[in-house]
Each structure stands twice: as C-alpha cells, then as structure tokens.
C-alpha cells in the first residue's frame, strides 16, 4: 500500500483545513487507518483514527470536537478535517494505513507528510 497524503498548509488560528491520504491497491479498504502528527521537539502523536468500515473512531483529546476522521473505500481515499485550528495544531501530518489499530501499534504504512502551520 502506497499512501499519499495532501492538503496541508498556512492556515490562521480559528480557521480550517482538510487533508487527504489517497491510497493505491485495494487492500487498503480493509485495512485501519489513521493520523498522526509531529511537530519539532515533541513527540508523535496519533490524532485519528478509524476502523476498515468507519464505524469505529478514536481521537486524541488534543482533537476531539475539532477533528473529523473519515474515509471513502470507493475512492480509496480518508480525510481529517480540521476545524478551529490553533497554533499548536502546527506539524507534520501524516496518514497510516495498517492491518491492526493504529493507537496501539505503529502502522505499517506511512505517507510522506504534509505540513500544515497554524499562524496569524
């Protein structure tokens, strides 16, 4: 699985973003995924995730009532809204894909990142 993830950007606090991972192969419809995020000098975090069928969620306290995870399995494609963005929003994002919850165990497939800067 190939995961290409897009959408970041310079964004001012308060305002919004959605990225996309868009995924290749057809295994990635069964497959967990998720959100994670690193801005410099922390930790890795995983923000979102979501179950093969989008009927199991998890968030971050960091994210929850802000963020949104979902995906579409006919496109082969998830998403994070990001709603009432805040300065310390800005990192790296990057979405996963594997075989088992991301919260508990790194995944096995990584996109490349994308930045997104929350900033006046």
Not at 19 to 30: D, Q, V, W
Not at 45 to 54: D, L
Request: aromatic share 12%.
């Amino acid at each position: 699985v190939q995961l290409q993830a897009s959408g970041g950007g310079l964004v001012q606090p308060g305002g919004s973003l959605t990225l996309s991972c868009a995924a290749s192969g057809n295994r990635f419809t069964l497959m967990y995924m998720g959100w994670f995020r690193q801005a410099p000098g922390k930790e890795r975090e995983c923000v979102a995730a979501i179950s093969w069928s989008g009927g199991t969620t998890y968030y971050a306290d960091s994210a929850k009532g802000r963020f949104a995870i979902s995906r579409d399995n006919a496109k082969n494609t998830g998403y994070l809204q990001m709603n009432s963005l805040k300065p310390e929003d800005t990192a790296v994002y990057y979405c996963t894909a594997g075989s088992v919850w991301p919260v508990t165990v790194e995944p096995g497939y990584w996109g490349q990142g994308t930045q997104v800067t929350v900033s006046s």
